[in-house]
């Protein structure tokens, strides 16, 4: 398995709080994502970074922000967290855009 | 706009019946092609993947794809499938042009029950 870890794993919190999400990798890998997964919709992409510093915008990316300072670290943030955000997000990462993505055991997520 | 399409969303099958789950994708351009697995409780692991070369692609576990670009299909295959492969499997497309983002578009996924 690829060294990719996310914590927490499982969180419970309560609306309108914010709530960082982590990802950590010790692959060296340039790209890195943040999916949520929701039943009957399969994977969605949030936000994902090519590099550094170098972050953008996915399909889902409305109440999340993201930030990359170091290669293995890729933070998720849900600023005000709302029920919608009730999910299993997973991180992914790979070594150039075109190759595949290896995925981290995901954080489940419960906004109440 | 891009998408992939898996037919089955549900698939019951017993021990050593074969398999086959539908992929296909709406990108008349060049692709990447994958198939991950989903085993319960746990993240995505890849299965197989396709870049180019011969259309017929052999994973792990005995598992196999089909690219058929004319039918913008990649379909997964198994001759006799095992309790253990009960699962969720997404196919994903990586559509080439879109950037150096390495953007998959993941399809719905397929449920699958092996019956021992």
């Known amino acids: 398995d690829a060294g990719i870890t996310q914590s927490p794993r499982h969180k419970v919190t309560e609306t309108g709080t914010p709530v960082t999400l982590r990802c950590h990798q010790t692959?060296?890998?340039?790209?890195m994502y943040w999916y949520r997964q929701d039943p009957g919709h399969g994977l969605r992409l949030i936000h994902y970074?090519?590099?550094?510093?170098?972050?953008d915008k996915g399909e889902v990316s409305d109440g999340y922000s993201v930030s990359r300072s170091k290669t293995e670290d890729f933070l998720l943030t849900l600023e005000s967290a709302t029920s919608s955000q009730t999910s299993v997000y997973f991180c992914?990462?790979?070594?150039?855009?075109?190759?595949?993505?290896?995925f981290g055991p995901g954080t489940r997520l419960t906004v109440t | 706009a891009q998408s992939v399409s898996q037919h089955n969303h549900h698939v019951i099958l017993s021990e050593a019946a074969s398999l086959e789950l539908g992929c296909n994708y709406s990108?008349?351009?060049?692709?990447?092609l994958f198939w991950y697995v989903q085993y319960p409780g746990q993240h995505l692991q890849l299965l197989l993947k396709?870049?180019?070369?011969?259309?017929l692609v052999k994973g792990i576990k005995g598992f196999e794809a089909e690219f058929i670009k004319s039918k913008f299909s990649f379909n997964l295959r198994k001759p006799s499938v095992q309790w253990s492969d009960t699962a969720e499997y997404f196919c994903?497309?990586?559509?080439?042009?879109?950037?150096?983002?390495?953007?998959?578009?993941f399809g719905q996924g397929t449920t699958l029950q092996v019956k021992p």
């Open positions: 990108y008349g351009g060049t692709v990447n």
């Open positions: 994903a497309v990586k559509p080439y042009g879109s950037g150096n983002t390495g953007k998959l578009i």
């Open positions: 992914a990462i790979s070594l150039q855009s075109d190759y595949e993505q290896y």
């Open positions: 970074s090519y590099g550094v510093k170098d972050t």
């Open positions: 396709y870049f180019s070369g011969d259309p």
């Open positions: 692959e060296n890998h340039r790209y």
